[in-house]
């Protein structure tokens, strides 16, 4: 059983801050990794992947990925209320569907 | 370009009766997932389509669920008969290829009473 692992929250940071969220996952050989963002009563929109171990930067957000340790990251920085959300990880399963396992989210917010 | 289309948006049925939900995907999409969406969880993917075949179903309850992509493009999604345990937000969702980013529709809130 393929599992996504998140800490459900909530993770409260102060306006500014950097949020730090974290994904653990099973499937070793995973290659691809994707995090989505939730409003509560919206769909998920994807805001980063990565793929390679290291570090991915956009804008306020970056991803970092261990798939030694089988460790995904979102760092988002300079926090504002506009990204309180629940925050899902995604692992792309190496099988020959590529489907997306999601972990449960981690519920971010950011106070003013 | 128009996003993944899904109706209806919101559905109250009594458990035992059946319901149907349609998806339309961005065009030219070639896989189309519907998900299941419980409160407080991830989705979880009960299909996946490759144009209209069905790649992955490993997680779909054939026994009331089924779901169908007639000419690789909309979809239907049907619960027959529907129990309290399947209220949820039903996603669809598209991409161009397995290999590329997938992206969500509005969803379908179900309430089964």
């Known amino acids: 059983q393929k599992e996504v692992e998140q800490n459900s929250g909530p993770l409260s940071v102060p306006e500014g801050a950097i949020a730090s969220l974290n994904c653990t996952y099973s499937?070793?050989?995973?290659?691809?990794f994707f995090w989505y963002r939730q409003y509560s009563g919206k769909s998920p929109e994807l805001i980063m992947f990565i793929y390679s171990n290291g570090d991915k930067e956009d804008g306020r957000f970056t991803a970092q990925l261990n798939k030694a340790s089988q460790y995904v990251s979102l760092l988002i920085r300079d926090s504002q209320p506009s990204d309180s959300a629940t925050y899902l990880c995604a692992v792309r399963i190496a099988d020959s569907s590529y489907k997306l396992i999601f972990g449960s989210g981690t519920r971010l917010l950011v106070r003013p | 370009e128009a996003g993944v289309a899904q109706s209806p948006r919101y559905k109250i049925i009594e458990k035992r009766q059946s319901v149907a939900f349609w998806c339309n995907p961005i065009s030219g999409h070639a896989t189309l997932y519907w998900y299941q969406q419980i409160l407080g969880q991830g989705p979880k993917l009960l299909i996946q389509f490759q144009n209209n075949g069905v790649v992955d179903d490993s997680q779909l309850p054939k026994d009331r669920f089924s779901a169908e992509r007639l000419k690789g493009v909309d979809s239907t999604l049907k619960i027959q008969p529907a129990k309290l345990e399947d209220s949820a937000v039903y996603l669809c969702?598209?991409?161009?290829?397995?290999?590329?980013?997938?992206?969500f529709g509005p969803g379908t809130r179900l309430t089964v009473t």
């Open positions: 499937d070793r050989g995973s290659q691809s």
């Open positions: 969702a598209s991409t161009l290829g397995r290999l590329y980013e997938q992206y």
